[in-house]
């Protein structure tokens, strides 16, 4: 399924190729629901690009009507929930400039998100992926 959602990064920049930050998003498609907050390490091993991994939450709920239930009229819904911890992969396209004076970059972003989970109380296995929009600075 796709969402639409939105995603904040705020962290702090080492170097021109290593920085840490604090990543949440969450996004809807009213039946679906995900949230998810991170601690990120992110390299990057060329200009233009960034790598990610780190470790963090992810949460998803689903709200939806099984076919006995929708046919039957019960008017009962069946609430699924799963929560995580969970590692991201993250892989940013940087489309912008370092400034010469200060080596800050202002870019626009394309960035692809995979991260899979564990559920501790259940021990099932998720994952969700993402298509990310955005603007960098640092």
């Known amino acids: 399924m796709f969402g639409v959602g939105l995603t904040l990064d705020l962290g702090v920049q080492f170097n021109r190729n290593l920085a840490f930050y604090a990543r949440a998003s969450g996004s809807t498609l009213i039946v679906l629901n995900q949230?998810?907050?991170?601690?990120?390490?992110?390299?990057?091993?060329?200009?233009?690009?960034?790598?990610?991994?780190?470790?963090?939450?992810?949460?998803?709920?689903?709200?939806?009507?099984?076919?006995?239930?929708?046919?039957?009229?019960?008017?009962?819904?069946?609430?699924?929930?799963?929560?995580?911890?969970?590692?991201?992969?993250?892989?940013?396209f940087n489309f912008g400039h370092r400034d010469a004076m200060n080596g800050r970059l202002r870019a626009f972003r394309l960035g692809l998100e995979g991260a899979v989970g564990v559920e501790p109380a259940s021990g099932a296995v998720g994952w969700h992926a993402a298509l990310s929009l955005g603007y960098v600075s640092m």
Do not use: K
Request: charged share 15%; aromatic share 10%; net charge negative.
């Open 35 to 92: 949230a998810s907050l991170y601690g990120v390490i992110e390299y990057s091993p060329v200009e233009g690009v960034s790598l990610g991994t780190g470790l963090g939450w992810d949460g998803m709920a689903a709200l939806f009507y099984s076919d006995v239930e929708a046919c039957c009229g019960s008017g009962r819904s069946v609430r699924n929930r799963w929560s995580a911890l969970s590692i991201p992969a993250i892989v940013g």
